[in-house]
């Protein structure tokens, strides 16, 4: 089963290319169905960059129209990944349930208003304690908010970390990480495995396969595979090398969502 779960149009203010394009590029490599997941990250930190500001309206007429033209050939999902912050939680639950998606990633990428991407995250911290805030905010908010399918990109504090990055990083704060995990299940969620973490030096996707591991052993079986894609040469990034290593860890479904309901497809 050829998927992409995590793609990025010019609709999100960091995207680079047209649904019709990526459309294109994900026959051209032969992938069945793909969810393109713009970025709704309300009260953005930065003003000249506001990942806040997406046209819902427009983007989902453009994806409508995308699915007509490309019904014979690809699966076109609506999805989103919003982006969770304590003091937006409920802004967030209204927009999800105006809109009919079919797919909703719930993404940390802000903490305690700053954004790692800036770097000025790190300063003064220790990499444990870069990591620990990361993974304490996002136990809280996976506990707060219940709207969602997946986690977005677990272990995302590592992007743009300006710390070495040893093998064993992803065992920093595992036992917070076990509870994130079993909020997850319990709650019936699903996390998704993003295959963009295989330019980072660690060469592991997010969560890492030790992780994703550690969601199976607690019960945890709702996956989804994207690359994050923001530009065509994206489309495909890493989602073979996904592929095996859930296969290794022995799930035996990838899962695949319509109107928010999901949908278990056997490994082959
Ligand atoms: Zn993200
Ligand atoms: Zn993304």
């Known amino acids: 089963m050829k998927i992409n779960y995590h793609i990025h149009s010019q609709h999100s203010i960091d995207g680079e290319m047209s649904i019709e394009n990526a459309c294109e590029k994900a026959i051209e490599i032969g992938l069945k169905e793909i969810a393109f997941t713009d970025h709704l990250d309300i009260d953005w930190p930065d003003p000249d960059f506001d990942f806040g500001k997406l046209d819902i309206e427009k983007y ?24 969770l912050q304590p003091h937006v939680l409920k802004e967030v639950e209204e927009i999800i349930v105006t809109y009919p998606f079919d797919f909703v990633i719930a993404s940390i990428h802000i903490i305690q208003r700053m954004d790692p991407y800036q770097g000025d995250y790190y300063s003064n911290k220790t990499k444990e304690e870069c990591y620990r805030l990361y993974y304490e905010e996002t136990l809280e908010l996976v506990k707060e908010f219940s ?59 997010m969560p890492t396969p030790r992780i994703l591991g550690r969601y199976k052993e607690l019960g945890g079986a709702i996956i989804t595979l994207g690359s994050d894609a923001h530009t065509i040469d994206d489309m495909g990034f890493g989602l ?13 479904h990838i899962t695949t969502y319509t109107g928010r309901n999901p949908e278990f497809i056997p490994i082959v």
């Open 240 to 252: 073979d090398s996904g592929i095996g290593a859930i296969r290794e860890l022995g799930f035996e």
């Open 60 to 83: 989902l007429m453009d994806l409508e129209k995308n699915k007509e033209r490309y019904k014979d050939c690809l699966r076109i999902k609506a999805g989103i990944e919003v982006g």
């Open 147 to 205: 709207n969602f399918d997946v986690l977005g990109h677990i272990g995302y504090i590592r992007r743009y970390s300006p710390f070495h990055y040893e093998e064993d990083d992803d065992l920093i704060c595992l036992s917070l990480i076990d509870e994130i995990l079993r909020v997850l299940i319990t709650k019936g969620k699903g996390i998704e495995i993003n295959t963009s973490g295989y330019k980072h030096t660690s060469k592991t996707p």
